[in-house]
């Protein structure tokens, strides 16, 4: 007896520890802790959502194609990568020769919501440095880990960073990108 209370104890341990969702994982392993037997003990297949993606842990690590919607009607469009160990990338529709790219970093600030800063150069279009841009985010990722939403600000330097030449608030929406997505 003793032994089958330890082999049911690691292997609850064992499924709420590898990728499964754990609230699926963990109630799983804590019904092999109280004797039922290991037939029952085979994963559920997650369900499918009205988009047909299957539900992510709710994090923000991953890919994301995002959209900044300022309050003076500007939009903007991109490709967010969050990792783990904490640094961001986000790659927008702007021009190339204006410099599309910038890195950040984040943390977690609350439950499912998120913190991102993220600088990057501002070039014209004949490569000179015309300013410095700061983007700050706080989004929230929703309970099925494939959406977030939240409040943003882009602000642009002077390339001294003695002047605020523009700035402008708004909303986040952003949308999971998996190996599955369509993107049409």
């Not at 032994?3 to 994982?25: D, E, K, Y």
């Not at 392993?29 to 085979?42: D, E, F, K, L, P």
């Not at 330097?157 to 952003?174: E, N, R």
């Amino acid at each position: 007896m003793r032994l089958q209370i330890t082999h049911g104890l690691l292997a609850a341990a064992w499924i709420c520890a590898v990728g499964a969702s754990s609230t699926q994982a963990c109630s799983i392993g804590t019904r092999m802790m109280h004797g039922q037997s290991r037939a029952m003990a085979v994963l559920p297949k997650p369900w499918i959502d009205a988009d047909h993606e299957r539900p992510h842990e709710a994090t923000a690590v991953g890919l994301w194609e995002s959209t900044f919607t300022g309050e003076d009607g500007s939009t903007y469009v991109g490709f967010e990568s969050i990792y783990a160990d904490g640094n961001e990338l986000l790659i927008d529709n702007s021009a190339p020769a204006t410099d599309n790219v910038c890195s950040g970093v984040w943390e977690q600030t609350g439950f499912r919501t998120y913190t991102i800063n993220h600088p990057s150069w501002d070039f014209d279009t004949s490569g000179n440095l015309i300013g410095i841009v700061v983007i700050t985010e706080t989004i929230t990722v929703e309970a099925r880990g494939n959406k977030y939403t939240g409040n943003g600000t882009v602000t642009v330097y002077d390339p001294t960073l003695t002047t605020i030449v523009y700035q402008v608030s708004g909303t986040l929406t952003a949308t999971r990108i998996t190996v599955r997505s369509n993107p049409l």
